[in-house]
């Protein structure tokens, strides 16, 4: 990051220049400056400690599912959604000048980047080795100057570190999509009156027979869409179950209201992480 660069204009992310989340920063915060973290802490703390407006978070993916360490990271942040974006994941088989398919022996990339491309790897009998990530990889061959290893990443990768694509669109699923949530220090006072809502919250259900049968009761009496709902372990015990879901509506419409009083009565632990606008790729496949 430049020195005396305004915080307010900068957007953190998790991974190397040139990885989907940099993209997703780029393509929803065109005039901000991007700033690479090394872990998913680094990026939420970077918020939380000012040196950061906005964290660009990957949550979930429509070949992948969840992406996992977010969901545990996220109950002991004290950050806020206050939006989400749907990132088309385009992947390009990255390599040094020099190379060809012929002279390619070996693919690295990050383990679900080599996951959505696995059909297309063993059709041109490349190994697969796994990465920390897929810019990372991209920025790896480009030092190590090998024509017998090549990369998955994104065209923006092959931009950043000289990098050819020998293919593109590599991807297995054509609907390759990960979904972003974008946390800030302060919540969405003003949401515009019109438009879809989503709201995101995480629960824990009282240890009671049909505790969660009966949440979600209250929100199907209630009329209220529930387009989100996973569940993990909280420190490895297993009568122990967090939850985080998300709603199509606001905590002040009268449905909502109601809906949230249930859950109330039968949690332990009920927190609101935002209400922000959907998405025009979650309005136009509805």
């Not at 749907?86 to 383990?111: C, G, P, W, Y």
């Not at 100057?145 to 694509?165: F, N």
């Not at 590599?170 to 990960?178: R, V």
């Not at 109601?258 to 859950?263: D, G, I, Y």
Request: contains cysteine; aromatic residues 10%; charged residues 20%.
């Amino acid at each position: 990051m430049q020195k005396n660069m305004n915080p307010e204009n900068i957007v953190a992310f998790q991974g190397e220049l040139g990885a989907y989340s940099n993209l997703a920063c780029l393509t929803m915060f065109p005039h901000m400056q991007p700033l690479p973290c090394h872990s998913f802490e680094d990026v939420f703390t970077a918020v939380e400690d000012g040196r950061a407006k906005y964290a660009m978070i990957p949550i979930e993916n429509s070949v992948a599912g969840r992406v996992a360490a977010i969901h545990h990271l996220i109950p002991h942040s004290s950050l806020h959604i206050i939006g989400e974006h749907f990132q088309r994941i385009n992947h390009h088989l990255l390599a040094i000048k020099d190379a060809t398919m012929n002279s390619l022996k070996v693919v690295r990339s990050h383990e679900q980047a080599l996951g959505q491309c696995r059909k297309n790897l063993l059709k041109w009998g490349l190994e697969s080795d796994v990465y920390s990530d897929t810019a990372g990889a991209a920025k790896l061959i480009s030092e190590l100057q090998d024509p017998t290893i090549g990369a998955i990443a994104s065209s923006l990768a092959g931009e950043i570190y000289g990098l050819q694509s020998l293919k593109e669109d590599i991807e297995d699923a054509d609907h390759n999509t990960t979904r972003f949530v974008i946390f800030a220090r302060e919540p969405i006072k003003d949401l515009p009156q019109d438009g879809t809502t989503v709201t995101s919250f995480i629960f824990q259900v009282r240890n009671v027979p049909a505790a969660l049968y009966k949440v979600m009761g209250g929100f199907a009496t209630n009329g209220i869409n529930m387009t989100k709902l996973e569940s993990y372990q909280l420190n490895g015990a297993f009568v122990a179950t967090l939850f985080y879901a998300d709603i199509e509506g606001h905590p002040d419409d009268e449905g909502v209201k109601h809906a949230f009083e249930e859950l109330a009565f039968f949690t332990n632990e009920f927190r609101i992480l935002g209400c922000y606008s959907a998405a025009q790729y979650r309005l136009d496949r509805k």
